[in-house]
Antibody, heavy 120, light 106 residues
């Protein structure tokens, strides 16, 4: 049973940098992409980006200039940094595993979510 | 980007009802379409993958169909625990995109 547990700061000011980490417990770390997804209040889900075990990453073009995703295979952890925050970045942030066995696969499982609020 | 549009945005149904949610893609995604259920304040849960395959542990009252641009999620006999928001997601090409969600109220 694979479990994802995430953590990071929940209250940030405009222009600051968001930093979240997700730890993976159980299962293979090397056969998947590890993603970050967010959900603004009352809105749909937005894929931010992903990384695999050898560091290959993909990003949503809408956020690419502000996003860094890194991986620590020794700890089975991956992290998200999002710079130059504005109020529009206020959202629940989730980490998730994406398989590649059927083209783009699917997101399962997910972390518990971290509510990030950007406010002065 | 492939745009995903769900309808309706919300619905209210009674226990035992048959519920149908529609998802339309802005271009063909073949059968690379997944469905998720989300409860308030919780992470989404995978229900259906590859348009019609039921995820392990998901009750058989949930089913998915469709291909190309038009997809359907059906709940045959609505149960009290089925309230929540349902979202579709295409896995045909990145960036991976989701529908805006359909809120189901009991």
């Amino acid at each position: 049973q694979v479990q994802l547990q995430q953590w990071g700061a929940g209250l940030l000011k405009p222009s600051e940098t968001l930093s979240l980490t997700c730890a993976v417990y159980g299962g293979s770390f090397s056969d998947y992409y590890w993603s970050w997804i967010r959900q603004s209040p009352g809105k749909g889900l937005e894929w931010i980006g992903e990384i695999n075990h050898d560091g290959s990453s993909n990003f949503n073009p809408s956020l690419k200039s502000r996003v860094t995703i890194s991986i620590d295979t020794s700890k089975n952890q991956f992290s998200l940094r999002l710079t130059s925050l504005t109020a529009a970045d206020t959202a629940m942030y989730f980490c998730a595993r994406r398989g590649t066995q059927y083209r783009g696969g699917w997101f399962d499982p997910w972390g518990q979510g971290t509510l990030v609020t950007v406010s002065s | 980007d492939i745009q995903m549009t769900q309808s309706p945005s919300s619905l209210s149904a009674s226990i035992g009802d048959r519920v149908t949610i529609t998802c339309r893609a802005s271009q063909s995604v073949s059968t690379y379409l997944n469905w998720y259920q989300q409860k308030p304040g919780k992470a989404p849960k995978l229900l259906i993958y590859a348009a019609s395959s039921l995820q392990s542990g998901v009750p058989s009252r949930f089913s998915g169909s469709g291909s190309g641009t038009d997809f359907t999620l059906t709940i045959t006999t609505l149960q009290p625990e089925d309230f929540g928001t349902y979202s579709c997601q295409q896995s045909f090409s990145p960036p991976w995109t989701f529908g805006q969600g359909t809120k189901v109220a009991i």
